[in-house]
T-cell receptor, first 115, second 108 residues
Framework: DSGVTQTPKHLITATGQRVTLRCSPR?????VYWYQQSLDQGLQFLIH???????AKGNILERFSAQQFPDLHSELNLSSLELGDSALYFC??????????????FGQGTRLTVV | DAKTTQPPSMDCAEGRAANLPCNHS???????VYWYRQIHSQGPQYIIH???NNETNEMASLIITEDRKSSTLILPHATLRDTAVYYC?????????FGKGTRLSVIA
């Protein structure tokens, strides 16, 4: 158990809908990272938050957004969903604002299926 | 971000050492080399990381060449449970960026 909690574990929704994925980081970790993993694809970095502020953006679509709340949990919002958004979405947390010698711990992911 | 090259797949006999190479020739001076693995579709699991010196922990050893352009992860006594995709990811002040990794199959 990494200490990072993601909910829900599975989500099935229709095209055009909007969903929210939730991540609770490890106790004491200030950074939250979101990754997307599609079938046959590697882990794609989406976005990084540190202590409530956006720190870095990766290959995140404009239909996707995220935020980190004062209690440090984070939510990833996916809207106008398309079939191609079906994927595993992982959250990771780390103590500091940069990896910089400290490891990041990953949750078990949310499997999103868009039908 | 440093680009990485890893063999797409490797086999290893159970009980033998598994040596997984990674080329990261564009690594910057302040970037660490991180290794993670992913078993089936579980969340990636941290294994080890290093900057310049070789490192060892309870899971593995990491050998980094003197010029830091490549590294090797060593699992000293591979078991069936070590079957996974292994990623190396150089990172300094940016989030981890993963390549396609090496699919290690440990064979009984």
């Amino acid at each position: 158990d990494s200490g990072v909690t993601q909910t829900p574990k599975h989500l099935i929704t229709a095209t055009g809908q909007r969903v929210t994925l939730r991540c609770s980081p490890r106790s004491g970790d200030l950074s939250v990272y979101w990754y997307q993993q599609s079938l046959d694809q590697g882990l794609q970095f989406l976005i990084h938050y540190y202590n409530g502020e956006e720190r870095a953006k990766g290959n995140i679509l404009e239909r996707f957004s995220a935020q980190q709340f004062p209690d440090l949990h984070s939510e990833l919002n996916l809207s106008s969903l398309e079939l191609g958004d079906s994927a595993l979405y992982f959250c990771a947390s780390s103590e500091h604002g940069t990896p910089d010698g400290t490891e990041a711990f990953f949750g078990q992911g949310t499997r999103l299926t868009v039908v | 971000d440093a680009k990485t090259t890893q063999p797409p797949s490797m086999d290893c006999a159970e009980g033998r050492a598994a040596n997984l190479p990674c080329n990261h020739s564009t690594i910057s001076g302040n970037e660490y080399v991180y290794w993670y693995r992913q078993i089936h579709s579980q969340g990636p699991q941290y294994i080890i990381h290093g900057l310049k010196n070789n490192e060892t922990n309870e899971m593995a050893s990491l050998i980094i060449t003197e010029d830091r352009k490549s590294s090797t992860l060593i699992l000293p006594h591979a078991t069936l449970r070590d079957t996974a995709v292994y990623y190396c990811a150089p990172s300094g002040n940016t989030p981890l960026v993963f390549g396609k990794g090496t699919r290690l199959s440990v064979i009984a």
